[in-house]
């Protein structure tokens, strides 16, 4: 099940709507807010071609909200991708997960927005310490039984191998994942050169959404700061 955002009639960058909202959550819940967001990201993102395995799928959101990712893409032909929530732990209350009904639209936005596509493979001769990253890259996963399509893997920038030193020929789908978002979070965040973080419009936006999942009766409180102003 996907988490059901309220989209609401507001003006999600305004702050001083924000602080009153944040008001009706504990101190300790804002300076945690203030923490993720200050480590979240639009420079790396996951996209997952028709995966059925919900526990995979669930892992995967996991991961990325772990490392800090905030968009996962989700191309859904002949699967619905189904999460479990055991599994999930809340994860998927914060990250953005967006679906297509083709590999080629989820392609074409990820393109759209400068991302470079990145296709994990045993063949491959780079390898994921190798990747670049000064752009931004969005990892490509497959299913666990015959992998990415050829379509994405023929639109791939990169090829990229996880080094192994076993006999198994690869990882699972959600460990393959894990590795990859950690070893490029740990990169992103030893160059400082590298504008990994989101803009600070970015995360108002981000926090005025968070905090609308966090308190109960949302729209009364809007509706009440509104009263307020109008009274000033």
Known sequence: ??????????????????????????????????RVLAERT????????????????????????????????VVEVNHRYNLNRKVLKGAAKWV?????????SALDKLKGEGFKLVATSPHAEMTLDELPVNE??????????????????EQADYQIKIPMYGFTESFNLSVSTALCLNTIATKLRKDENIAWQMSEDERQVLAMRWVLKCIRRSELHIENFYKNLSHK
Request: proline residues 0%.
């Open 136 to 153: 931004k890259v969005a990892f490509m996963m497959g299913t666990e039984s015959t992998g990415l399509t050829d379509q994405a893997m």
């Open 96 to 104: 953005d997960i967006h679906r297509y009904t083709s590999t080629q």
């Open 42 to 73: 639009r420079h790396v993102t996951v996209l997952l071609e028709d995966i059925y395995q919900e526990q995979n799928a669930s892992a995967v959101i996991r991961s990325a909200d772990c490392f800090g990712i905030q968009d996962v893409h």
């Open 1 to 34: 099940m996907y988490w059901e955002e309220k989209i609401l009639d507001i003006d999600y960058r305004d702050k001083d709507l924000y602080a009153y909202l944040a008001a009706f959550m504990t101190e300790n819940k804002r300076q945690h807010f203030a």
